[in-house]
């Protein structure tokens, strides 16, 4: 016994000197890298160091090596190549006692260290045996920030707003900068978008043109540090700065100086002259940032190639050529509301490194694919540019929500690459109201923390989306339990993720008017956008590029009256699918609360969440099975039709009553963007419909009104079903030199000049009104003062989107008014739309062809589109809004 005390107190020193050994080892393992590293390989290296301080034991000696592959330092080491065209590659390859961490270029061995460093997290040990190759499946991975605002508040002109800390306070907190930008690292993204009309008056000095000045100097020398420390912090970290811009427009200091508007919809020399070298100096100033540019919009569609090819494109070569710069860096030009086929013919032969971006599902998230014409052009995008990049853009019906499918997001990045599609460009779930989340808490929530899932599973499939699904289960499984506590909340979690997540995509396209910023989702539709959408401008791309094939709800009724097999997905079946999922999403959801250890506050409100979409997939379950009815009624005027469809409206309200009960309290406002664009279901946008609670009273007097109808219906009273419509108020303008010519729109009054087309028939509320007309083989330049803000009403021919104009439905600037507003001779009926302009100079350029400015009336006057009377003797279907207007 003696001799086995004796053995056992030396046995407990050897033990002590071991385990003193062992961690003495953790605190020596030496992060080595190479001589000259770049701050971005350096910035990994203090990742993997943080990492290894967590460890309690590693290898005697163990030592980690971490340089590109043509450093000297890793002769010695027989290392595979990389293969020649390889970016952002990684290689991790233990050799002894030696962990070589190696990439193809200073950006592969930072995504190699932050791997390793996650290795190592996740093990608790240095990875024995390592020997792993990856390289990144999309080669520009990024994500975007508006320097835009909820409303417009800058002298009326859209998406211009001055950098100050008043405006933007979040871009000048560097600690905030440095939590998103080591996210955005950690998830592997490469690129941050950031988002403004004329962004360069806020960040650049312009002695050239010193009227152009907009803020105080020392605000603008505090904003050029600010960029320039920021694009450096973001270079460190392997992630390139894009600053974005509209056109054409001008400062606004600029423009009234030089007498112009504050948006031009054509070029002219002097704006022109500004524009290239306001660019030419980003290029100089900020020569690691990146320019992304939106040619349309204010520039009409068939000025974008002159434009770009003209101006925009000599200024980059300008500043290139003052920086000594022979090679081009790329420029991203966005192929939306301009003729993008057109542009790129013109600036290859210029400037051959541009990639292009288009949205992925529209302005919403709708589909893990994209087919015909939505297909077709990612498919040209990839074969005439560098890198085609899908903006996944607002994600308007995913508001307020959380949304955090990962295997939805999964296939979906999949199914870029299948297509050609190289780029991602990521909107956070709430864009206009960066950096905050719409929950109605103290202190507000941030985006980072409420959306973290939304982030870091687009990053990771960027990276790679072929990874093992079973596994890829395990590891989101993971993710949520260091959030909330346990495995067991991460599983049910998890569940109520996937399950709700396809339910606002697949319902959208089946029922919705757009995938644009024009319908807010979250708050519901009425019975006229249901069944008789043609009335609010459908966005047909909706059902025929960004969704599986399939019926709209016309399409389903009167297959089932002809007694017709059903084609793909249809409203009522996705409908009710949608229900059940949800109801199991908040099922699985609840049943994680015994297991939650963390977060709790955030839970609770992950919960009630699952609750709301819940509601809403039952509000629009009911009200969709009564547009059915209606549509039935409309074949053959049976009143059981409208008795069943009744009893389902009213079960609508209720559920849409209980939906403002849960999510109403929860969220500050249902959507981020608060200006007029927001037309479904209520015209006024947010300023009048910000939340559930102002869009109930709509939804009951709407029944109400039903329930009117019927009771006439049924006791025989007749109805008029079109009432005359009162004159619409006019707002003033002056018209200035140039093209066009007023006058005044009547029965016989001339549609063009210098064109025999005299009014036939006319939209009663139109008549009286003060318009321009132009000469229709000549178009030109329109100018003109407003006297007050004010919405310009144009007449076009038959589908305006198709006639060269700048009206592109997929703007969303412009806005259905009047089906059928006016007729004349030999010519098709005139369909009317309106789009606002601010107060004073304005231009307006709408190419060549057959349209009229019929007037002017204020901007915050709400017009409820409507198909004039002449179509309703045309023997199309019988209008049935009636019944709830």
Not at 300 to 311: D, N, V
Request: charge should be neutral.
């Amino acid at each position: 016994m003696k001799h086995s005390g004796h053995y056992a107190t030396r046995l407990v020193a050897i033990l002590c000197v071991v385990i003193s050994t062992l961690t003495t080892h953790a605190a020596q393992v030496r992060v080595i890298t190479a001589k000259g590293s770049t701050p971005r390989e350096l910035y990994g290296a203090q990742k993997l160091r943080s990492a290894l301080a967590e460890l309690k034991t590693a290898p005697a000696g163990a030592r980690i090596l971490a340089a590109v592959r043509r450093a000297p330092e890793l002769k010695r080491f027989d290392l595979p190549e990389f293969w020649p065209q390889a970016e952002e590659a990684f290689l991790i390859q233990q050799m002894g006692k030696t962990w070589i961490v190696t990439g193809s270029d200073p950006s592969g061995v930072l995504y190699g260290e932050l791997e390793l460093a996650d290795r190592i997290r996740a093990d608790g040990a240095l990875p024995a045996g390592i020997n792993d190759m990856e390289h990144p499946a999309l080669k520009l991975r990024g994500t975007c920030i508006g320097m835009q605002k909820q409303e417009i508040t800058y002298e009326g002109a859209e998406y211009d707003y001055p950098y100050t800390p008043q405006n933007f306070p979040f871009f000048y907190d560097k600690a905030a900068w440095i939590k998103y930008l080591d996210m955005l690292a950690e998830e592997r993204y490469n690129t941050l978008y950031l988002w403004n009309g004329h962004p360069f008056t806020s960040l650049l000095k312009l002695p050239k043109y010193p009227e152009a000045q907009e803020i105080p100097t020392a605000q603008l020398d505090q904003n050029i540090a600010m960029f320039k420390w920021l694009t450096a912090e973001a270079d460190r970290r392997g992630i390139w700065v894009l600053q974005g811009f509209y056109n054409i427009h001008l400062s606004h200091a600029f423009a009234r100086a030089h007498h112009l508007p504050y948006h031009l919809s054509a070029p002219n020399p002097v704006a022109s002259a500004y524009t290239r070298y306001a660019i030419s100096e980003f290029v100089r100033e900020y020569p690691h940032a990146g320019l992304m540019m939106t040619l349309g919009e204010a520039l009409s569609p068939r000025y974008g190639a002159e434009w770009l090819a003209q101006t925009i494109i000599p200024g980059v070569k300008d500043g290139l050529r003052e920086l000594g710069i022979t090679q081009q860096p790329p420029i991203v030009v966005r192929a939306h509301a301009t003729d993008i086929d057109a542009v790129m013919k013109a600036a290859l032969p210029l400037y051959a490194n541009i990639d292009t971006m288009f949205k992925w599902n529209g302005e919403s998230l709708t589909w893990t694919n994209v087919r015909g014409p939505v297909r077709d052009r990612f498919k040209m995008l990839a074969e005439s540019s560098n890198v085609a990049i899908t903006n996944i853009h607002l994600l308007s019906n995913l508001e307020p929500f959380r949304w955090g499918d990962p295997d939805f997001i999964r296939q979906t990045e999949a199914n870029f690459q299948r297509i050609g599609i190289e780029g991602l460009h990521l909107y956070p779930l709430r864009y206009w109201d960066w950096p905050y989340a719409g929950d109605n808490t103290d202190p507000l929530l941030l985006q980072t923390d409420r959306d973290w899932i939304w982030f870091a599973a687009w990053g990771r499939y960027a990276w790679n989306p072929y990874r093992d699904p079973a596994k890829e289960h395990a590891y989101w499984v993971s993710r949520l339990a260091q959030k909330y506590g346990s495995t067991e909340a991460g599983e049910k979690i998890l569940d109520a993720y996937t399950l709700a997540g396809p339910c606002q995509p697949r319902l959208l396209p089946r029922i919705g008017i757009t995938e644009g910023n024009r319908q807010a989702f979250t708050l519901g539709m009425t019975m006229p956008q249901l069944i008789d959408p043609a009335r609010f401008n459908p966005a047909v791309t909706l059902w025929t590029g960004d969704a599986p094939p399939g019926e709209r709800l016309a399409d389903y009724v009167a297959e089932d009256v002809k007694h017709l097999p059903h084609h793909g997905e249809t409203p009522i079946g996705v409908s009710d699918a949608a229900v059940d999922a949800s109801a199991k999403a908040v099922v699985a959801a609840q049943a994680a609360a015994p297991s939650v250890a963390k977060n709790r506050a955030e839970y609770d409100r992950f919960v009630n969440d699952m609750r709301s979409i819940h509601l809403l997939m039952e509000f629009y379950n009911a009200k969709t099975r009564a547009a059915e009815q209606v549509l039935l009624y409309g074949y053959d005027h049976d009143g059981a039709h409208l008795s069943q469809a009744e009893t389902l409206l009213q079960q609508s309200v209720d559920r849409f009553r209980e939906l403002t009960q849960t999510a109403g309290r929860a969220y500050r406002t249902a959507t981020g963007m608060e200006t007029s664009q927001r037309r479904i279901p209520f015209p006024g946008g947010m300023n009048r419909y910000p939340n559930w609670q102002q869009c109930l009273p709509m939804y009951e007097k709407e029944l109400k009104t039903f329930h009117k109808r019927l009771t006439q219906l049924r006791t025989g009273v007749k109805i008029e079903e079109n009432k005359p419509a009162k004159p619409l108020p006019q707002v003033a303008f002056t018209l200035q030199p140039g093209a066009g010519e007023a006058f005044t729109v009547e029965k016989g009054a001339n549609l063009f000049v210098a064109v025999k087309a005299a009014i036939d028939s006319l939209a009663p509320e139109l008549t009286g009104m003060k318009g321009i007309r132009i000469a229709p083989r000549q178009g030109g330049t329109l100018r003109f003062d407003l006297a007050q803000p004010a919405q310009i009403l144009v007449g076009f021919v038959g589908n305006a989107s198709s006639s060269n104009s700048v009206l592109d439905p997929e703007t969303e600037q412009w806005n259905l008014m009047l089906l059928n507003a006016i007729e004349a001779r030999k010519m098709p009926a005139m369909t009317v739309w309106a789009k606002p302009l601010p107060a004073g100079a304005n231009e307006l350029d709408l190419g060549k062809g057959q349209y009229v400015i019929l007037g002017f009336i204020p901007a915050d006057y709400h017009v409820a589109p409507r198909v004039n009377l002449s179509e309703a003797n045309s023997g199309s279907a019988p209008n049935l809004d009636w019944l709830f207007e």
